[in-house]
């Protein structure tokens, strides 16, 4: 009963304005910060759409996070929710989402379970305009994993998105050797962070300014 109370009152809050860009960029690495930033003038970019997938277990509302195989690109090791590119044959970013979702974890659920999505944000080093679609299950999800694009999966409960004693900051040796000062969530020590640290961020100012605390 708390759950589905929590996600009718998600549901409610998603359709209205969203914290958007404040909120996420509170969660940006420090060159990011500094470029100028105005999504609405981003031109060439290639669309991705991601799933934040929440179900309940034991009493919490948790939501899996991927930790992508080691490889030769920007991504590579990181912790992602699940998702990826669009594809032609997608009927559009949420077909997309629930695509990849599916593909990678094996967590299949319907465009009924989806309640609405977050502010898009844009990748540079990829290129990516990433859509984060919101979205629940009644059933604990069973993982079936693709190992070429999943290391593993790891449930992240929203009792510790919320724990501010997680947020942290580090410096990364990042793709082409570079490094960059970034804040993080510590996620089963591990480092979470970018632009999926970016949208969990929105995600959590919007748990915290809309009262749904309680319903956690």
Not at 191 to 201: C, E, P, Q, S, V
């Amino acid at each position: 009963m708390m759950f589905t109370s929590f996600i009718s009152s998600l549901k409610e809050q998603l359709s209205g304005p969203l914290p958007g860009f404040d909120a996420q960029f509170q969660m940006a690495p420090e060159g990011r910060k500094k470029l100028p930033y105005n999504i609405s003038t981003i031109k060439g970019y290639r669309e991705s759409a991601v799933c934040l997938f929440l179900f309940e277990r034991n009493g919490k509302i948790y939501f899996p996070l991927i930790e992508r195989p080691v490889y030769d690109g920007v991504h590579s090791g990181q912790l992602a929710l699940p998702g990826g590119k669009t594809e032609k044959e997608d009927e559009d970013f949420i077909a997309g989402a629930l695509r990849e979702m599916m593909e990678e974890i094996g967590a299949e659920i319907t465009r009924k379970n989806v309640i609405g999505k977050l502010t898009d944000i844009y990748i540079p080093p990829s290129n990516f305009m990433v859509k984060p679609v919101v979205a629940f299950s009644e059933s604990i999800p069973v993982y079936n994993i693709n190992p070429k694009e999943v290391e593993s999966v790891i449930e992240f409960g929203l009792h510790e998105l919320m724990n501010d004693e997680l947020i942290k900051e580090t410096e990364l040796t990042v793709y082409n050797n570079a490094k960059i000062k970034t804040p993080y969530f510590e996620v089963r020590g591990k480092i979470l962070w970018g632009a999926t640290a970016m949208m969990l961020n929105e995600f959590k100012t919007i748990l915290k300014s809309e009262n749904l605390l309680s319903l956690i």
